[in-house]
């Protein structure tokens, strides 16, 4: 079962909050779109068909969709939170060029941050202008962010995406990970730069830095107890972290991921 929440609506786009409750290993009927889309996954994980290309999506990959394009839909590890922006075509061209959409995105943690910043931005109300303005950051960011390869090791990055996002215990670690996968640590980490064009280290602590995002949002107060609970070595090893994949601070980003208020100013910076 779906259900959406729209949080901001102009003519040439709209954000939505999608909802699915459901709980399938079978693909869905066919869907045709009208407009282009970006989907980007908030919590859980679920699989798309389109073209015949099949694609793991959780919050490290997000997909973008084209007009008139069919996709089906699978739910095996049940339901999950997206963010869904839809764009007619001039408003999407405006954007992004003439560049070919591609159908998945990494989203790497500055993207994620493009992500976190548009739903800031929503809650404010104010759609003209800090709505358009973040979503403009982010089309350019999924349209210079490289894609998932979908080669012959797809379904081994799939499997250790799923131990990492999971927290797998075997997870800890490059050589109890690819013992869990039963490959070599070796093929384990080509397979990562050959799908993802992002080292197996880079993308481990790109999950890290989603979970810090996810706390900084909810007013965590302690970044010492933060990074203790996010397996860093120190509250200083967890804000280079942080710094190197968004280039904020911990400090400030929970002042970007705050909503500005209607009497203060505001500063979109990129």
Avoid at 21 to 34: I, K, Q, T
Avoid at 43 to 54: D, E, I, K, P, Q
Avoid at 112 to 135: C, P, S
Avoid at 211 to 225: N, Q, T, Y
């Amino acid at each position: 079962m779906l259900s959406a929440d729209v949080l901001a609506e102009r003519p040439e786009f709209s954000v939505a909050s999608v909802t699915c409750r459901s709980d399938h290993r079978d693909w869905s009927a066919a869907e045709d779109h009208r407009a282009y889309r970006v989907v980007l996954v908030r919590r859980g994980r679920f699989r798309r068909r389109a073209g015949g290309v099949c694609a793991d999506l959780d919050p490290t990959v997000a997909y973008v969709g084209r007009p008139g394009e069919e996709d089906q839909f699978a739910h095996p590890a049940g339901g999950d939170v997206c963010t869904s922006i839809g764009l007619t075509a001039a408003q999407w061209h405006a954007l992004a060029g003439t560049q070919r959409p591609r159908s998945t995105v990494y989203v790497d943690a500055a993207l994620d941050l493009a992500h976190r910043r548009l739903l800031a931005a929503a809650r404010t109300g104010d759609i003209g202008y800090a709505v358009a303005e973040r979503l403009s950051v982010l089309v350019t960011r999924v349209v210079g962010t490289s894609p998932p390869g979908g080669g012959p090791d797809a379904g081994l990055v799939a499997a250790a995406r799923d131990a990492i996002g999971a927290d797998h215990p075997a997870a800890s670690g490059l050589l109890p990970l690819a013992d869990l996968l039963d490959v070599s640590p070796y093929r384990l980490s080509r397979a990562f730069t050959r799908e993802l064009g992002v080292s197996l280290t880079r993308y481990r602590n790109r999950v890290r830095v989603g979970r810090a995002l996810d706390r900084l949002e909810a007013g965590a107060p302690s970044l010492a107890m933060l990074a203790a609970d996010l397996g860093f070595a120190d509250q200083a090893h967890l804000c280079r972290t942080i710094r190197e994949h968004v280039g904020h601070t911990p400090t400030a980003l929970r002042r970007l991921l705050a909503p500005t208020s209607a009497g203060g100013p505001v500063r979109w910076d990129r």
